[in-house]
């Protein structure tokens, strides 16, 4: 494993198991299947194929069983999981196949189990945001009264308290929990349209079954297909970026805290040294400083992968895959890493004398 997050050690640090799970690949399958399964049922609702025989074969995607090595080696010819998955589903389905993805087209697959992943990763980061804000409200009741030098470009300025400076860690907050409830209806969007997005292939019946899926799925129906018009998903990684770096401000403001010598802060559990064992390292202030840099770092690609040729982008999408799901752990492994981070304050405040 080369990743930080699921890397056997590095992962210690790094990564987050809600997140990883949200976008793990059983969970991202089981979406795919979801969205089949959904999308059968739909055919049968709409007339397309008989309600009798939809229903069978949402019941057999339901329980259906993947080859995995038969995905990956499906996915290296094809660039998608999503063909390889649908051949192994119609292998055995007889007349059922006639139900089994008649019409839609992987990037429905693909872009419905991302929508799915995000509205998962949403609920997460909103309840941790709510966790990291009443934990900051007890460190202002406890210590928010205590003096402190205030410090402009690192230098000595004018006496602040303790609970101005948890003040602008605890601020954009409340602003970060408000964007995600307001960006929910801009990516928690079913994309059902077909080969072409044009949803010419769904027939006739084409809002019904877009209405019938989106419910089933909980998601919202969106009027048009967003194959190509990636600016939501771009935003939602902007939010990402936003709420790792509001925590590597916290982050760096506390390292800067406990230096020796300056000792404003100090942590009940601090990182050890191999070498220096007197050392309390400030390793959770020190990671959400660099997991705000990474995100950072990612959002660019991100802004590249808008940029989505024509009907379908292979090459746009593909990296899309490669850096989202790790944006959102990022994030919500910087959240939980400031929570505790927080919970390990002995004291702050100007040391007396």
């Not at 209405?211 to 129906?221: D, K, N, R």
């Amino acid at each position: 494993m080369i990743g930080v997050f699921d890397h056997p050690w590095l992962g210690g640090l790094f990564g987050d198991d809600a997140a990883n799970m949200i976008w793990s690949d059983e969970r991202q399958l089981a979406h795919m299947l979801a969205f089949e399964a959904a999308y059968a049922r739909a055919l049968g609702a709409a007339g397309v194929v008989d309600t009798k025989t939809a229903n069978a074969a949402a019941r057999l995607i339901r329980e259906f069983e993947p080859d995995i090595t038969g995905l990956r080696t499906g996915t290296a010819t094809d660039g998608l999981v999503v063909p390889d998955l649908v051949r192994q589903l119609k292998a055995d389905a007889g007349p059922l196949a006639a139900a089994i993805h008649s019409g839609s087209t992987s990037q429905d697959v693909l872009d419905t189990a991302l929508a799915l992943c995000l509205r998962d990763t949403t609920a997460l980061l909103v309840k941790r945001l709510d966790k990291l804000a009443a934990r900051l409200d007890r460190l202002t009741t406890t210590f928010g009264g205590q003096p402190l030098m205030g410090r402009t470009r690192m230098q000595a300025a004018l006496p602040i308290t303790v609970g101005d400076r948890i003040a602008t860690w605890r601020g954009p907050l409340d602003g970060h929990r408000d964007r995600l409830e307001q960006i929910k209806p801009r990516v928690e969007m079913l994309q059902l349209g077909g080969p072409v997005g044009d949803r010419r292939t769904l027939g006739s019946g084409a809002d019904e079954i877009v209405q019938s899926v989106a419910t089933e799925l909980g998601l919202a129906p969106p009027d048009r297909t967003w194959h190509t018009t990636r600016d939501g998903v771009a935003e939602y990684a902007g939010l990402l970026s936003l709420i790792t770096a509001s925590l590597g401000k916290m982050g760096q403001d506390m390292c800067l805290m406990a230096q020796q010598g300056l000792d404003e802060l100090s942590f009940a559990d601090g990182g050890g040294s191999s070498a220096m064992p007197h050392k309390q390292n400030p390793v959770l202030p020190e990671l959400l400083v660099t997991l705000a840099h990474f995100n950072a770092a990612q959002l660019s690609g991100m802004h590249h992968a808008v940029v989505h040729e024509q009907e379908r982008s292979g090459s746009a999408w593909a990296l899309e895959w490669m850096i989202l799901p790790q944006m959102a752990v990022a994030a919500a492994r910087s959240i939980s890493a400031g929570t505790t981070a927080c919970e390990n304050i002995t004291s702050i405040g100007q040391p007396e004398g």
